[in-house]
């Protein structure tokens, strides 16, 4: 599976994006799939997750109200909403998917990562 991250930018505090992870390779309606953020110094950390089956979701405390996982099956890409942004939020995004089930909260319950979309919101 590979997956390609896209809509990150620059967007002042307050403001919103989109992110998509689009899949290729093979269908990923199957699968988990997480994201994921990288700040400048800092480690990769858990942002939010889908299960599969089920498609329950599951966020980080920071980002809980602010930010929506959803799957467009058809369209074999995740998205990740995100408002009410704040310059903390400033980070490279990755999304990552796994084909088995559950809901997978670390890097190492992910087999297949994309190479990130940088988001920079400025205050």
């Known amino acids: 599976v590979q997956l390609v991250e896209s809509g990150g930018g620059l967007v002042q505090a307050g403001g919103s994006l989109r992110l998509s992870c689009a899949a290729s390779g093979r269908t990923f309606s199957n699968y988990r799939v997480g994201w994921f953020r990288q700040a400048p110094g800092k480690e990769r950390e858990f942002v939010s997750a889908?299960?599969?089956?089920?498609?329950?979701?599951y966020y980080t405390d920071s980002v809980e109200g602010r930010f929506t996982i959803t799957r467009d099956n058809a369209k074999n890409t995740v998205y990740l909403q995100m408002n009410s942004l704040r310059p903390e939020d400033t980070a490279v995004y990755y999304c990552?998917?796994?084909?088995?089930?559950?809901?997978?909260?670390?890097?190492?319950?992910?087999?297949?990562w994309g190479q990130g979309t940088q988001v920079t919101v400025s205050s």
């Open positions: 990552a998917t796994d084909p088995r089930y559950g809901l997978a909260l670390t890097e190492v319950e992910y087999a297949y």
């Open positions: 889908i299960r599969w089956p089920g498609g329950s979701t």
